[in-house]
Structure formats: C-alpha cells, structure tokens
C-alpha cells in the first residue's frame, strides 16, 4: 500500500520560515515524480513546487512562491523537503504532498497518482 505522509505545518508569523516534509512508504521517489500542492479556504487546489524525481531533481514553482520555497529531497530516507521562507498571509492552505502520475517536461502541469493525507499552514499577519 502507497501512502505519503506530510508533516512540518503549523502556526508562524509573516515573513517566518517552516519545513514541510513528505515521508513515501510502499513506494519509491527515485524514478517519479513528486510535488506539492495547497488548497487555501474557498479557493482551488494549485501546484506549488514539484521535481522530476530524486534523480532527476529539476524544480518547478509557481509564480507565487518562486524566490521563496526551496524542493529537496533525500533518496536516502525517501523523503522530500519544502523549505518555505518569508511566508505570507497569501501562503495559509492546506499542504499536500504527491507523488506519481505525469509530469509535463517544466513541471509546470503535473497530475499525481498518489496524494498524502495535507499539513495545515497557517500564516499570521
């Protein structure tokens, strides 16, 4: 059974940094693609950052965050980072981690397989 667990949400102030974490079980990141997504109250779910995969680590970010998040990840313990920094107001949503499925060659269109359970950011103003 696949199954991606997110964690490293929580509560900071504007222009605070957080970690988001996406732990793969059942499943392998080497060779897919993996990304995340957020879905703030009343609005749609959008793509935030994604990578190819562990070994072909290329990055892609939204306009709105670009500058900011930084995507990592570690073959080692399967796991993938987002760092996000001077976070805004604008940045509160759910955060989901996902994995698999079809990846355009920018990233920037990305339909995973597989989606973890979402961290909560909140962010302060």
């Known amino acids: 059974e696949v199954q991606l667990q997110a964690s490293g949400g929580g509560l900071v102030k504007t222009g605070g940094s957080l970690r988001l974490s996406c732990g793969g079980f059942g499943f392998t990141f080497d060779d897919y693609g993996i990304g995340w997504f957020r879905q703030a109250p009343g609005k749609e779910r959008e793509g935030v950052s994604c990578?190819?995969?562990?070994?072909?680590?290329?990055?892609y970010y939204s306009d709105s965050v670009k500058g900011r998040f930084t995507i990592s990840s570690d073959g080692a313990k399967n796991t993938v980072f987002l760092q996000m920094n001077s976070l805004k107001p604008e940045d509160t949503a759910v955060y989901y981690c996902a994995a698999g499925g079809s990846l355009s060659y920018s990233g920037k269109n990305y339909y995973p397989t597989y989606w973890g359970q979402g961290t909560l950011v909140t962010i302060s103003s």
């Open positions: 990578i190819h995969s562990i070994s072909d680590p290329r990055p």
